[in-house]
């Protein structure tokens, strides 16, 4: 194994240990990024601003203050402000943009020793219309999206972690489709500082990696509190099974995955019952949309008024036109309906300790022109409930598919621990 395909905890053992240096691993990373060049993965990259945070990391390990993670290279998706790169949010409005100041999580990151190794990929105002980024797995395919180069870049060995954020599916769908581990906490656990708002009831940074334990210790950065290592010892859970009102628009490869998974952990000795809303519910994606549309139009009230040209027709037509003209009635409605669900979903909760879902409808579609179906994961957004996606098979073409997890609202930690133990059971 080379040091860029080492996952982010098994890297900082070895960094932490001095078995490996910072320097040698981001080394390892930007040539592999080099390498694969034609992944697209990258926004923004210069080696030797990386090169050097990997030899001060260095020096601090020497010096006996390695910090948690002790000079851990780490993707930074390209809404998400450096006060030393560029933060162009995938637009040509913000070409050349240099922030005044690191993002909160950014500057978390830095202060446990992390190295930003550059700027991923990110579709236009991480919404629908699509970056260069290529799935590593066949670039005929789309990697998902809008966390699109945080998913290739790890898939691809290029860097060990990434971050990414979620306002509908932009973290989970396109970890399933390029088959790494994606990580959306609860609402609100992760600091949104410094980050470009989309909605302010639905957007949340998230983390993409390989291995569980590496999700531990991301989130014990990102919310600087000690780090809690992942118990895989714990019991067998009860877990309901959501086919959700989207049902119908995941194919048949992603249903009989959901049900062979269900067997499977039944038969690992997980207590297995089928989950469905009250039909109350049954409309519920209609009522993301509206908070997404309605909140989207006013928080890019500059962009379309000042640079409406530079704004792809297709964010205006699908989203920032129809948030303006929905009436104020419809998104209190939705936001009321909104907080109603999740009480229902607390309801569910009381009853099982995790569902399991699909991440998307199917593999990566074929084709650059669209990230993919986000139905099953608007859904969790909305609830402000964790998710897991955990790769979990290959769909008819050969593409990675995974499986979702999603917890209670503000019980990460149990969700990464079962996380743990799904994935374990299902190797």
């Given at each position: 194994?080379t040091?860029?395909q080492?996952?982010?905890a098994?890297?900082v ?5 001095g078995?490996l240096?910072?320097e ?7 040539d ?6 034609s ?9 030797e601003q990386?090169l050097a945070?990997?030899?001060?990391a260095d020096?601090n ?7 948690l ?7 930074v ?5 450096t006060v ?33 190794l550059?700027?991923t ?6 919404n ?7 799935n590593?797995?066949?670039p ?12 290739a ?11 990414g954020t979620?306002?509908?599916?932009s973290?989970?769908?396109?970890s399933?489709f390029c088959?790494v581990?994606g990580?959306k ?10 980050i470009?708002l ?10 993409l990696c390989?291995?569980v ?9 990102l919310?600087a ?20 009102p ?9 249903q ?6 269900a067997?499977r952990?039944?038969?690992?000795g997980?207590?297995?019952?089928e989950?469905?809303?009250?039909p109350?519910?049954?409309?519920i ?8 549309n ?6 890019y009230?500059y ?27 419809a ?5 009321e309906t909104?907080?109603a ?5 607390d ?10 879902t699909?991440?998307a409808?199917?593999?990566a ?6 990230t ?5 994961n ?13 790769p979990?098979?290959?769909?008819p073409k050969?593409l ?6 999603v ?5 990460d930690?149990?969700?990464l ?5 799904t ?5």
């Amino acid at each position: 194994m080379t040091a860029n395909q080492l996952s982010a905890a098994q890297a900082v053992a070895q960094l932490t240990s001095g078995a490996l240096t910072a320097e040698a691993l981001t080394r390892a990373c930007l040539d592999r990024a080099e390498e694969r060049r034609s992944v697209k993965a990258w926004t923004w990259l210069d080696p030797e601003q990386a090169l050097a945070q990997a030899r001060a990391a260095d020096a601090n390990t020497r010096a006996g203050r390695p910090g948690l993670l002790a000079g851990l290279p780490i993707g930074v998706k390209d809404i998400i402000d450096t006060v030393d790169m560029p933060t162009e949010h995938g637009s040509p409005i913000y070409r050349g943009n240099r922030p005044f100041a690191d993002a909160a999580c950014v500057a978390l990151l830095r202060m446990a020793g992390a190295v930003i190794l550059g700027k991923t990929v990110t579709t236009e105002f991480a919404n629908r219309f699509p970056g260069a980024t290529v799935n590593p797995h066949n670039p005929a395919h789309t990697p998902g999206g809008s966390s699109s180069g945080s998913a290739a870049a790890v898939a691809d060995f290029q860097v060990p972690v990434a971050l990414g954020t979620q306002t509908g599916g932009s973290v989970i769908r396109p970890s399933a489709f390029c088959g790494v581990i994606g990580y959306k906490p609860s609402f609100g656990e992760f600091s949104r500082s410094g980050i470009k708002l989309q909605c302010h009831n639905l957007d949340t940074l998230g983390v993409l990696c390989r291995t569980v334990e590496d999700l531990a210790l991301l989130r014990a950065a990102l919310i600087a509190t000690p780090h809690r290592k992942i118990d895989r010892n714990v019991g067998a859970p009860r877990i309901g099974v959501c086919r959700t009102p989207a049902w119908d628009a995941a194919d048949s490869a992603t249903q009989a995955l959901i049900e062979q998974s269900a067997a499977r952990l039944r038969a690992a000795g997980a207590t297995v019952s089928e989950v469905s809303f009250v039909p109350e519910f049954a409309n519920i994606l209609e009522h993301h949309r509206r908070i997404f549309n309605f909140e989207a139009a006013r928080n890019y009230a500059y962009e379309y008024e000042e640079h409406h040209d530079q704004v792809s027709q297709v964010l205006r037509d699908t989203v920032l036109t129809p948030g303006r003209e929905l009436p104020l009635d419809a998104y209190v409605e939705a936001i009321e309906t909104a907080e109603a669900f999740r009480r229902h979903l607390d309801a569910i909760f009381a009853s099982v300790d995790m569902l399991l879902t699909p991440s998307a409808a199917g593999e990566a579609p074929e084709g650059l022109g669209s990230t993919g179906n986000p139905s099953f994961n608007s859904i969790w957004t909305l609830a402000w409930a964790p998710c897991v996606t955990l790769p979990a098979g290959a769909g008819p073409k050969g593409l990675p598919l995974g499986i979702q997890l999603v917890g209670p609202r503000f019980r990460d930690e149990s969700l990464l621990d079962l996380a743990a133990w799904t994935e374990t059971h299902l190797a």
